[in-house]
């Protein structure tokens, strides 16, 4: 079992950048698939990145290639997103999650942390 919990959400400027965090407690990050996931008001709760256990090997939903970069502090034990080019259609309500399957459809990850709002103006 791990507990997660997001920080480093805001408001933040179209353009500008944003570092969230997912601090874990119980188990190490590298015990896991770790995924990023975000949810708008109204709409379903989407895919935005993955990273696996052991290789760090990346995934990114394509509305985000580019500009986030997803990563993994065993040190820290955390997990990291880097948002750079931020758009007012990347506003949503970020969580982190840990499984053991890479995958990008939230029902396949087994621990959720309670979410960190980001808002990005125009």
């Known amino acids: 079992q791990v507990q997660l919990v997001e920080s480093g959400g805001g408001l933040v400027q179209a353009g500008g950048s944003l570092r969230l965090s997912c601090a874990a407690s119980g188990r190490t990050v590298s015990a896991y698939v770790m995924g990023w996931f975000r949810q708008a008001p109204g709409k379903e709760r989407e895919f935005v990145a993955a990273i696996t256990r052991i290789f760090d090997n990346t995934h990114y939903a394509d509305s985000v290639k580019g500009r986030f970069t997803i990563s993994r502090d065993n040190v820290k034990n955390t997990l990291n997103l880097q948002m750079n080019s931020l758009k007012p259609e990347d506003t949503s309500v970020y969580y982190c999650?840990?499984?053991?399957?890479?995958?990008?459809?939230?029902?396949?990850?087994?621990?959720w942390g309670q979410g960190t709002q980001v808002t990005v103006s125009s």
């Open positions: 999650a840990a499984g053991s399957v890479v995958n990008n459809k939230p029902a396949n990850y087994d621990y």
